[in-house]
């Protein structure tokens, strides 16, 4: 069996969204299926939204065979707002570039010629000219993808999958903003998923809660393939016996995520006098790339900036370094959004406990018990009091983590063992 795989980000891009793909592409071989990607032309690393767009590679489409498969890596093309993104900077003409971007994605869902990633449907229609293939999965965001596989799936009579990482009308970060623009365009992009989607064969994404409502809302069968882990992670750091009290946050922030609560607790803490400046540290790993964010924790009253560590986007290697180094690693649940967040699995890759605050009582909470791989701390008074006693043990240079990791359960969830997932599924429902 041959499926097409058509996705943004892929290695060497640094980014969560990457990894999916990448681990398809490495593991189908193996599992009886041939891949073939379909991708842009990255290259190295990135570490602000000023990298991602100077990120560009060989301007050249380009195809490369190994024993894993074919990728085809696409040209990069660069939007008006990204032009002056690179021109301007971050800090100028926001609101114009806001208004281009909003213009470029209505219309790359009217005409392929308006669509920044149309290399990629062009550099999949020359492949399918001479190649043939048995489905192909598009993996978004972007979710322009979806529309380039349907158009591609009614012009070479091919059944198409889509990959949902993220909601897209469901999109819990999207459905959180208030402003007419943001509405507007939910409204219409809720529009073209539905008629996008209707011509697909069936649905994949990365929990139950959100393969379920994408399955619900489009009267599509699903299926639930979870974003994983490599392996774990040979130990490179472990944490010291000395104070601070590390806790460590990877990754993205959003607006709905409670970390509120655990700046509270600490403010609290540092006010009560119950604990001093010095003994403990709240670290924000690749916080500086999200501005926003990077301002609601730096700007927070009644914390001292030497408790709060923030860094740009890290390679994977640095990233799993601090995060060993931890006493434990942060996940902040949503109130209106349940789903397990993709660094959940990076965190055991690293071995080291989840706290995750405030209790989701849902999906999130239920995995991390089912897996043994950490605490969850339901308000700011147990918060506090859980760091009291933390700190009191590193005060002792006492062991202060009591949880051990269920690794019989967690190698579930390796990238193999759902790649398998994956492999099983195309070949039962798609395979001619």
Not at 25 to 30: N, Q
Not at 308 to 337: C, E, G, M, W
């Amino acid at each position: 069996m041959k499926i097409l795989i058509l996705c943004n980000d892929f290695p060497p891009l640094n980014s969560i969204g990457a990894q999916r793909p990448w681990y398809w592409y490495k593991y189908l071989s193996k599992l009886g299926i041939d891949p073939v990607v379909i991708t842009k032309n990255w290259k190295g690393h990135s570490s602000t939204r000023e990298d991602i767009v100077r990120n560009v590679g060989d301007q050249r489409e380009t195809i490369e065979h190994h024993d894993e498969g074919v990728i085809v890596r696409a040209p990069i093309l660069l939007t008006p707002s990204e032009k002056m993104l690179l021109k301007y900077g971050a800090e100028s003409h926001v609101f114009r570039r806001r208004i281009l971007t909003v213009f470029n994605k209505i219309f790359s869902f009217v005409s392929i010629k308006f669509d920044s990633h149309q290399s990629i449907y062009k550099a999949a229609d020359n492949y399918l000219k001479a190649n043939k293939v048995d489905a192909i999965l598009a993996t978004g965001e972007p979710f322009v993808l979806f529309r380039q596989a349907s158009l591609l799936s009614k012009k070479y009579k091919i059944p198409w999958v889509a990959d949902y990482r993220d909601g897209w009308y469901l999109n819990y970060v999207t459905r959180q903003q208030k402003g007419i623009l943001s509405k507007g365009l939910r409204e219409f992009e809720k529009l073209i998923e539905k008629r996008v989607i209707k011509s697909a064969h069936s649905i994949i994404s990365v929990d139950p809660i959100l393969a379920s409502a994408l399955g619900k809302m489009h009267n599509k069968p699903f299926e639930i393939i979870y974003n994983g882990f490599e392996s774990f992670h040979p130990a490179l750091e472990s944490p010291s016996a000395n104070l601070p009290l590390i806790l460590t946050h990877s990754g993205t922030l959003t607006t709905g995520q409670r970390a509120e609560v655990l700046l509270q607790a600490v403010r609290e803490l540092l006010a009560e006098g119950k604990i001093s400046n010095d003994e403990i540290c709240l670290k924000w790993i690749g916080l500086e790339y999200f501005p926003d964010q990077l301002k609601r924790i730096r700007s927070y009253e009644g914390i001292p900036s030497v408790c709060i560590h923030t860094t740009p986007r890290l390679s994977r290697q640095d990233v799993v370094r601090i995060n060993q180094a931890s006493d434990y690693l942060l996940i902040f649940s949503d109130k209106k959004f349940k789903w397990i967040s993709a660094k959940a699995f990076e965190y055991i890759a690293c071995k080291r406990p989840i706290l995750l605050m405030p209790d989701d009582y849902s999906i999130m909470a239920s995995f991390i018990k089912k897996l043994n791989a950490g605490i969850v701390l339901d308000d700011i008074e147990t918060i506090k009091l859980f760091l009291v006693k933390a700190i009191e043990k590193k005060r002792k240079k006492s062991e202060i983590v009591q949880s051990e990791l269920s690794e019989t359960e967690a190698v579930r969830f390796t990238r193999y063992e759902q790649a398998k997932n994956l492999a099983d599924y195309l070949i039962k429902h798609l395979h001619n």
